[in-house]
């Protein structure tokens, strides 16, 4: 059983920085990982993925250049490391992970979620 746990969510002002990381357990070997996001009143949506060796990133044109997607095998975790940060960006990140490894931005290929953690961005 996978169990994905994030933190780091928090208030933050327009163009202040944040990171936040996911704490996973279980069997996530050769697993992607990835960190979605839902703002109020709208679906969910990717934000960027990363693959089980870390030689593979894929991000959301909304992030890209502002967002880091990082992993530690070593202690079952991934980071999302977000500068530059935007009102637009407000909303709660889910982490995720994908057992067939791909980084792609299709929903469907994340089996494990976490319950995830509030992002405010406030102007």
């Known amino acids: 059983q996978v169990q994905l746990v994030e933190s780091g969510g928090e208030l933050v002002q327009v163009g202040g920085s944040l990171r936040l990381s996911c704490a996973a357990s279980?069997?996530?070997?050769?697993?992607?990982l990835g960190w979605w996001r839902r703002a109020a009143g709208k679906e969910r949506e990717f934000v960027a993925a990363i693959n089980w060796r870390g030689s593979i990133r894929n991000y959301a044109d909304s992030v890209k250049g502002r967002f880091t997607i990082s992993r530690d095998n070593a202690k079952n975790t991934v980071f999302l490391q977000m500068d530059t940060l935007k009102p637009e960006d407000t909303a709660v990140y889910y982490c995720a992970a994908a057992p067939a490894g791909g980084v792609q931005a299709y929903k469907g290929s994340y089996l494990h979620w976490g319950q995830g953690t509030q992002v405010t961005v406030s102007s």
């Open positions: 279980g069997r996530i070997s050769e697993h992607a």
